[in-house]
C-alpha cells in the first residue's frame, strides 16, 4: 500500500502564512490605521512647530543682546556747561542734548530709543514664546499619549482574537499542462525575446491558413501523401501483420484511392467531423503521439504536435515509419516489447456511434493510414509557414512546458509563498513528480506527500497530498474507503486522494482530500457526497479540508438545452446540502475563474480551434470556475482567498495559460482558514469596539 511518497524528515523551522483578518477586522484596522496615521502627522506637525518657536526664541534673544550691546557702546554726548542754554519752551520742551547740538543729538536720540525699542520686542517676543513652547510641548505630549493609548488598544484588539485560535494556510492545484502537444493550446509566449514575436507569427500564419474556406493552398491529399507513400504503408502493415491482405486491399481500393487521396488536405481531413466523432485520427493519436515506457522514459511519434527531439524535414516519413512499425516499445515489466502500430485499439461502434459497422472491423488500418495522412498534413503546413522557425519554438515551448515541467512545479511550490503552507492539494500529478519532491528541499525540507494506496503508475493523473513538515501525526489513508462510498463507478484510480490525520498545532482529526473531476465534471458531486458520508459515518467530528479540480463551468447546456457539463450553480447547491463552504464562497454568480486557454489550430479536434484575436471572446474558449478549497462552514471560515497564475503569487487576468514560467492551465488557489466559532467572536467584539470608540470619538 502506497502511504507516504516522500520520505519523512525532521521537524524543521517553518514560518507560516501571516494571517489576513476577516472584512470586519479589515474595517477596524483601517479606522485604527488612519487614527494612528494622523495622531503622527499631528505630533510631527506639533514637534515642528516647537523647533521653528525655539529657532525664533534663539534668534530673538541674540537681536536683544546684540542691541544692547551696542547701546552700551554708544558715545556719550557732552554739554559744555559755559555756553547758554535757551530757555526751555513749556509747550514744546526740548531736550539738553539736543539744546546743545540739535544733529547730533537728534540722531543719538534716534539710535537709542531704536535699540531700546529692540531690546523690549525681543523680551516681548521671548515671553510669548516661551507660552508658545509650553503650548506645543502639551500638545506633543497629549499625540505622544493617544499614539501609545492606539498601540495598546491594537495590541488588546478582539480583531486578533482568531490568532489565538485554529488558522490554516491551504493551496490547491491541478498542476497538469497542456497534453503532450504543446501546440495545441495558445500559451502566454513571455520569453521577453524575438522568438516570442516568431510564435505569434507562426500561430496566426496557420490558423489564417486553416481558417480560410476559400483557401488556394488546401490541396488534394496525394499532393501531400502521395502514392507511393501510402503503398510503403501498406507493405509495412503487411510486414507487421496488422490486417489481412484482404482488408488492406479493400483499404486501398475503396478508402484510399476511392476517397481519401482525392480529399482536400483542410477541409477533407482536418475539418472532417466525422472523421472526430469516429475517432479515426484523435484515437491512434492519443495511444502513439507520446508513449510511456516502464523504463520512466517516453517515446514519441515523429509528428509536429508533440516534443519529438530531431528534425522534421525531407526525412520525416522514413523516421515515421521506422517508430510506428520497427521500434518495438516495452510499456510494462509483464509485457513483451511490441511497436506501436500494434498498439492500435479497434474503434467500437458502440461507443462511437458515428463509424460505420464495415469502418470499425477496418478500424485498425484505417487508424493507421488517416494518422499517416494527418501528421503528413501537419507536416506540410508548418513548414509552409515557418520552415526555420517552428522546430524552435517547439523545442523551447516542450522545455517549458513538458520536459521542465515537474521541476518548474516543484520550483513554485518551494517559494516563500507556498513553503509554509499547512496542506497543498494536488492533481493530475505523476508519480514522478512525487519521487521528484523527494531529492529537493520541497520533499526534504517542506512537506510531505502523500498518494492514494490505489494510484495507477501509468497515469500522470494521481492526486497527491502535501502536508507540512512536523505538523501532521496519525497520517493514514483512507483513499480505498470513500471510493467504496461513491456512487457509481465515477472516480478512476488515483483520481482521489483521501487521509486522516491530526494536527499537532490543534490537536484536532482532520479528512484531507484531493480529487480531479473527470472533464465534464459529472463525478464531482458522487465524490463530495461520498468524501462528506465517509467523514459523517467514519470520522465523526472531523475537520474537513477538500482541494479539488471540480470541472464545473458557468454554461453547462448545449444548444438544446440539454446539461452535458457540471454547473457550478448545481455544485454549489450540492454541497451546500451538506452545510459545506468554499473558499469563494457559495454565490455562483461570484465564483472565480481558475482556467483560461483556448485552442490553436495545431491539433485534431479544428471544430474547437479559436484564432488568437478571439482567444479571450470565442464561447469555445475555456475560461471557468473549476477549482475549489472546501470545508465546512461552521467549523471554519475563510479569511482571504486568492488565484495564482505567474507562480509568484499573483493573478494577471486578461492572459491565457500555461505560460513559459506557469506551467500548468489551472490557476493555483490558496486561502486562509480560521476557526469560525473564534472568527465570529471576534467579529462581534470588533463591531463592539467600533461602537466605543464612535461614541467615545464623539464625546
Known amino acids: 500500500m502506497v502511504v507516504a511518497v516522500v520520505a519523512q524528515a525532521g521537524l524543521r523551522g517553518l514560518q507560516e502564512v501571516q494571517m489576513v483578518p476577516e472584512e470586519e477586522a479589515e474595517r477596524l484596522e483601517a479606522a485604527e490605521q488612519a487614527q494612528r496615521v494622523k495622531a503622527k502627522a499631528d505630533a510631527a506637525e506639533a514637534a515642528a512647530r516647537l523647533d521653528a518657536a525655539l529657532r525664533e526664541a534663539e534668534e530673538a534673544k541674540a537681536q536683544a543682546a546684540a542691541a544692547q550691546e551696542q547701546l552700551a557702546a554708544a558715545p556719550p554726548v557732552v554739554i559744555e556747561e559755559d555756553k547758554p542754554v535757551d530757555p526751555v519752551d513749556p509747550v514744546d520742551p526740548v531736550d539738553p542734548v539736543d539744546a546743545a547740538d540739535p544733529v547730533a543729538a537728534g540722531t543719538a536720540k534716534e539710535e537709542g530709543g531704536s535699540l531700546a525699542n529692540v531690546a523690549h520686542e525681543a523680551e516681548d517676543l521671548v515671553e510669548k514664546l516661551k507660552e508658545t513652547l509650553s503650548e506645543e510641548a ?24 482568531p490568532e489565538n485560535g485554529r488558522r490554516l494556510s491551504v493551496a490547491t492545484w491541478n498542476m497538469a499542462a497542456i497534453n503532450n502537444n504543446p501546440f495545441e493550446y495558445w500559451v502566454t509566449y513571455d520569453d521577453g525575446g524575438d522568438q ?15 481558417s480560410d474556406d476559400d483557401n488556394p493552398g488546401d490541396v488534394e491529399v496525394s499532393e501531400v501523401f502521395t502514392e507511393e507513400m501510402f503503398q510503403e504503408l501498406i507493405s509495412a502493415m503487411v510486414e507487421t501483420d496488422l490486417a489481412s491482405p484482404e482488408d488492406l486491399n479493400t483499404v486501398g481500393e475503396d478508402y484510399w484511392r476511392a476517397d481519401y487521396a482525392n480529399r482536400k488536405i483542410v477541409a477533407g ?101 488517416l494518422l499517416a495522412i494527418f501528421d503528413a498534413v ?34 513554485i511550490l518551494e517559494t516563500d509563498v507556498y513553503n509554509g503552507m499547512d496542506a497543498v492539494f494536488l492533481q ?3 508519480l514522478a513528480f512525487a519521487a521528484l519532491a523527494e531529492t529537493r528541499d520541497l520533499g526534504q525540507k517542506y512537506f510531505d506527500a502523500y498518494a492514494p494506496s490505489n494510484n495507477d503508475p501509468s497515469r500522470d493523473q494521481n492526486s497527491l497530498i502535501l502536508l507540512k513538515k512536523g505538523a501532521w501525526t496519525n497520517v493514514v489513508d483512507v483513499s480505498e474507503k470513500v471510493y467504496a462510498r461513491i456512487d457509481g463507478n465515477k472516480a478512476a484510480p488515483g483520481d482521489l486522494c483521501v487521509y486522516t490525520a491530526t494536527r499537532i498545532q490543534d490537536a484536532k482529526t482532520y479528512v484531507l482530500a484531493s480529487f480531479h473531476g473527470d472533464t465534464n465534471g459529472l463525478a464531482t458531486t458522487p465524490v463530495v457526497d461520498a468524501v ?98 472546501l470545508f465546512y462552514q461552521s467549523d471554519l471560515e475563510a479569511t482571504a482567498s486568492s488565484k495564482d497564475n505567474a507562480g509568484d503569487g499573483t493573478f494577471k487576468d486578461d492572459i491565457v495559460f500555461p505560460t513559459l514560467h506557469f506551467p500548468s492551465d489551472h490557476a493555483i488557489t490558496r486561502t486562509t482558514l480560521v476557526d469560525a466559532a473564534a472568527a465570529h467572536s471576534a467579529a462581534a467584539a470588533a463591531a463592539a469596539t467600533t461602537t466605543t470608540s464612535a461614541a467615545a470619538a464623539a464625546a
Open 532 to 629: 462528506h458520508g465517509f467523514r459523517k459515518h467514519d470520522a465523526s467530528g472531523a475537520s474537513l479540508l477538500f482541494g479539488l479540480d471540480a470541472n464545473t463551468y458557468y454554461q453547462c447546456a448545449n444548444d438544446a438545452g440539454v446539461k452535458y457539463k457540471a454547473c457550478v450553480a448545481d455544485f454549489v447547491a450540492d454541497f451546500k446540502v451538506h452545510a459545506i463552504n468554499s473558499c469563494y464562497g457559495t454565490d455562483p454568480d461570484t465564483m472565480e475563474h481558475t482556467t483560461f486557454n483556448a485552442r490553436t489550430y495545431l491539433q485534431p479536434q479544428l471544430n474547437k480551434a479559436v484564432k488568437e484575436s478571439e482567444k479571450t471572446t470565442s464561447s469555445l474558449v475555456d475560461k471557468n470556475p473549476k477549482d475549489f478549497i
Open 196 to 210: 516570442a514575436k516568431e510564435y505569434y507569427e507562426l500561430m496566426d500564419k496557420i490558423s489564417a491558413f486553416l
Open 269 to 369: 481531413i482536418l475539418k472532417d467531423p466525422t472523421l472526430g466523432a469516429k475517432r479515426l485520427v484523435s484515437m491512434p493519436d492519443r495511444v502513439t503521439n507520446t508513449i510511456q515506457l516502464a523504463d520512466g522514459t517516453k517515446a514519441m511519434r515523429p509528428t509536429v504536435i508533440n516534443c519529438y527531439s530531431e528534425t522534421l524535414a525531407d526525412d520525416w516519413w522514413a523516421k515515421w515509419r521506422a517508430f510506428m512499425f520497427a521500434t518495438p516499445l516495452k510499456t510494462s515489466d509483464d509485457e513483451d516489447p511490441e511497436v506501436p502500430a500494434k498498439m492500435l485499439p479497434t474503434i467500437k461502434k458502440a461507443k462511437y456511434p458515428a463509424i460505420l459497422a464495415e469502418e470499425e472491423r477496418l478500424s485498425v488500418p484505417l487508424s493507421a493510414t
Open 138 to 161: 502639551t500638545l506633543l505630549a497629549s499625540l505622544n499619549e493617544k499614539l501609545a493609548l492606539l498601540a495598546d488598544e491594537k495590541e488588546s484588539s478582539p480583531v486578533a482574537a
Open 428 to 430: 493530475e500529478s505523476s
Open 378 to 411: 501537419l507536416v506540410h503546413i508548418v513548414n509552409r509557414a515557418a520552415a526555420d522557425a517552428w522546430q524552435p519554438i517547439r523545442s523551447a515551448m516542450c522545455r517549458a512546458l513538458n520536459e521542465r515541467k515537474n521541476d518548474r512545479t516543484a520550483e
